[in-house]
């Protein structure tokens, strides 16, 4: 339904954005790889996919045609509903993901939640052939603006983004209590990808 979306940010956090398109508001779900890339920006475009279900339309946005390309495929995959591939955008980048699936490293999916040894061998084994298809990736360096924030900023909002993804607050507090033990965060997105470990 829609390709893209360009807007003013008027909200932002890990999972969600809002974005004013000409005075319309889009709510848009997003990973934890499109916040790190949008984090300084005051407008920007997203990609979108449009997530029909009965109860529910959802609108998920992505910064790169690349992640919503494997997006598409994830969800494309039995067992994997579009909450586990956001799951997954927000653990590995479409890089990393693009080369566990042609490497066919089944330890790498693994490592992501809601992500079993069969599901991983499923999304091996059905998204090989398309990821050979698709077009060299671009690596985008990416900056976080909130790497200054205290620790408890960074727990908190670290905290909050694991249970806008789904996960259950007692779990989501442990695991970010365990992943500020394991290192000090470099940013915000370095501590939800190590608390995502532990989730």
Known sequence: M????????????????????????????????????????????????????EDAHTLYGFYEQAEKEIFCMLIGVSGVGAATARMILSRLTPEEIHR???????????????????TAKRLILELKDKMLQMSSLKTTATTDAMALLSHN???????????????????????????????????LEDLIKRSLKYA
């Open 153 to 187: 900023s960074l727990a908190r909002d670290a905290l909050n983004a694991l249970i806008a993804l789904g996960i259950a607050k007692q779990t989501a507090e442990a695991a970010v209590s365990k992943a500020l033990k394991e290192a000090t965060p470099q940013s």
């Open 2 to 53: 829609f390709a893209y979306l360009t807007g003013k940010i008027t909200y932002r956090s890990p999972a969600v954005v809002h974005l004013d398109v000409q005075g319309v508001g889009y709510e848009i779900q997003i990973s934890l790889n499109t916040f790190s890339q949008i984090a300084n920006m005051e407008t920007c475009r997203l990609f979108t996919y449009l997530h029909i279900q």
């Open 100 to 118: 566990a699936i042609l490497s066919e490293d089944e330890q790498v999916l693994s490592s992501v939640k809601g992500i079993g040894p069969k």
